[in-house]
């Protein structure tokens, strides 16, 4: 009698209800974290700044290349008769197109979010 | 859901703020229900519960498990508490969320009404404010958060056979207090 006497008193310990705080208590301790310094040390994100990195390096190229065809038209030659040439051209002009496809893809959807 | 020590990792490593949401709502319950139930006293306990947690993202740069983060985090919850309850900012009488109407102890209780779940449940919550803070917060810790001695102990900072002696003590008291106020009805208990 005495061990279920116990048991009930146990039981119904266990049971009790856990108190809960405000629904938006984890925003205020997000809050309270944000307007205290020194917290959440955030390390730099450089992805977002690899698409403007590699259009403005094809954009320094294209430059430097107009700047030199003007110059003399000479500066480069290409010799389109030479396969390993029209191999190695269509190779670097699909990775530039790419890579201008994925980076302003990327930069759309950025802007879009 | 994930476990503590990825969710501590990304708060660590980049400062996520995603994570450290999903931190605190895994444990603002136990959390909350420590401090109210050593403090009870609703504002302030809420007050005092962000500043646990505020605490505790400090700091956890040297928490060195973090898969123990959650009895660190109670630890940091109860030493918070007892302070709160030392520094005497609490007026313990005031806006009360677990006080009971009186009941009329001259009446005769109805058996079956005491047998239902949730008036013992009430009358056990009664009680258990008439503990000490200490006590309280040993109950919570190993009835509500299945804890078991030696973690209660590590939390409180006493020794497994002084939280041990508090338990026993606790439970007497509650089972004479039920007993009690169910007379003629000890049976029930």
Redesign the interface.
């Known amino acids: 009698?005495k061990q279920q006497?116990?048991d009930?008193?146990?039981k119904?310990?266990?049971?009790?209800?856990?108190?809960?705080?405000?629904i938006d208590?984890?925003?205020?301790?997000?809050h309270?974290?944000?307007v205290?310094k020194?917290?959440?040390?955030?390390?730099k994100n450089y992805l977002p700044v690899i698409p403007k990195i590699l259009m403005g390096g094809f954009g320094l190229i294209i430059v430097i290349f107009s700047f030199l065809l003007l110059k003399n038209m000479d500066a480069i030659e290409l010799n389109f008769e030479n396969q390993l040439t029209s191999f190695l051209i269509i190779t670097v002009s699909t990775m530039i197109g790419w890579l201008c496809f994925v980076s302003t893809d990327w930069m759309i959807r950025k802007i879009a979010t | 859901m994930q476990n503590d020590r990825n969710l501590i990792v990304k708060?660590l490593?980049?400062?996520s703020?995603h994570a450290?949401?999903m931190l605190?709502?895994k444990h603002?319950?136990?959390v909350?229900?420590l401090v109210?139930?050593i403090l009870k006293n609703k504002e302030v306990?809420?007050e005092v519960?962000?500043d646990v947690?505020?605490k505790s993202?400090?700091e956890l740069k040297h928490l060195e498990d973090p898969s123990k983060y959650k009895p660190w985090l109670l630890k940091i919850a109860y030493r918070k508490s007892i302070d709160r309850v030392r520094l005497k900012k609490v007026q313990m009488a005031e806006i009360d969320?677990l006080s009971i109407p009186v009941e009329n102890h001259n009446a005769t209780p109805d058996p079956l009404e005491l047998l239902q779940?949730e008036q013992?449940?009430q009358q056990?919550?009664e009680l258990?404010e008439q503990l000490s803070e200490v006590d309280r917060g040993i109950?919570t810790l190993y009835?509500?958060e299945?804890f078991k001695v030696a973690e209660v102990a590590a939390v409180i900072g006493l020794s497994e056979n002084n939280v041990k002696i508090k338990l026993m003590r606790a439970?007497a008291f509650?089972?004479n207090e039920?007993i009690q106020r169910s007379t003629g009805k000890e049976?029930?208990?």
């Open positions: 009698m006497k116990e009930i008193l146990e119904t310990l266990r049971e009790l209800d856990l108190k809960t705080p405000s208590f984890s925003h205020k301790v997000l309270q974290v944000q205290t020194g917290i959440l040390r955030k390390r | 708060i490593e980049s400062g703020e450290l949401m605190v709502r603002e319950r136990s909350y229900n109210f139930r306990a809420e519960a962000q947690f505020l993202f400090k969320e779940k013992l449940k056990v919550e258990l109950m009835y509500l299945d439970r509650l089972k039920l049976d029930l208990y």
